[in-house]
């Protein structure tokens, strides 16, 4: 659990109708968000960055790195060994916590507004982006991500969530938007083309159109005859 000015707290929601606290730890700036992957937490403690704890023992964590983000850290994102920052004005920090105890820069991105959160599904960085609204990023590469698309929203995005294909951005005063993002999919011309040799027999191709970060469409035997 993230705080605020109450640092990081561990609870134990065995008995979702009695949580017990096991552990509090106050942190140097004020604790916005949290994530947690495998045995470690990542609390985004805004002036301070990111700072990474070891929870093996939850009763005990145990403070083993730190990212210095260049902005306010206002909430994280991990994925495969990768911290996805919503860095306010400093926008999307994208940092390897491959070794926990020492996170470094993998990439970034600026964005218009101020980044204050971030999701991440499949090879997509969903970004609250302040009064600019959604930001959908492209994180395949992640050392170049790529911006792809928006969505305007009429009030401030804060906070942003992805489940089962949707969107749900929390925006202000105008409550809770649920949108549906489907990347494009590019097929250049050539892909589709097929050059048989002799159109008086049967031809069996195999045809495979990649759409990163989903299923690929695969048609079999295409016969020409």
Do not use: W
Not at 116 to 140: H, M, R
Not at 151 to 173: C, M, N, Q, R, W
Not at 185 to 203: A, G, V
Request: charged share 25%; glycine share 8%; no cysteine.
């Amino acid at each position: 659990l993230s705080d605020v000015i109450g640092g990081f707290r561990v609870l134990d929601i065995s008995d979702p109708e009695n949580p017990r606290q096991l552990a509090e730890i106050e942190t140097p700036d004020v604790a916005q968000d949290v994530f947690v992957s495998g045995n470690f937490a990542y609390v985004a403690d805004r002036l301070s960055g990111m700072i990474v704890f070891d929870i093996s023992d939850p009763s005990n964590p145990e403070e083993v790195g730190v990212y210095n983000s260049p902005g306010e850290a206002m909430s994280i994102a991990v994925e495969n060994n990768i911290a996805y920052i919503a860095d306010e004005i400093d926008g999307l920090q994208i940092v390897s916590v491959r070794r926990p105890e020492g996170p470094s820069r993998y990439g970034r991105l600026d964005t218009e507004g101020f980044a204050y959160g971030v999701a991440v599904s499949g090879n997509y960085a969903f970004i609250a982006d302040g009064s600019e609204g959604l930001k959908i990023v492209n994180i395949s590469d992640p050392r170049e991500p790529e911006l792809i698309g928006g969505f305007d929203t009429p009030e401030t995005s804060y906070k942003v969530a992805v489940s089962d294909g949707l969107i749900y951005l929390a925006d202000g005063e105008s409550g809770i938007r649920v949108i549906s993002a489907i990347p494009s999919i590019d097929i250049s011309h050539e892909d589709l083309e097929f050059e048989p040799t002799n159109l008086n027999s049967s031809l069996s191709r195999t045809l495979t159109i990649s759409n990163e970060g989903h299923s690929d469409l695969i048609i079999l035997d295409a016969v020409v005859d």
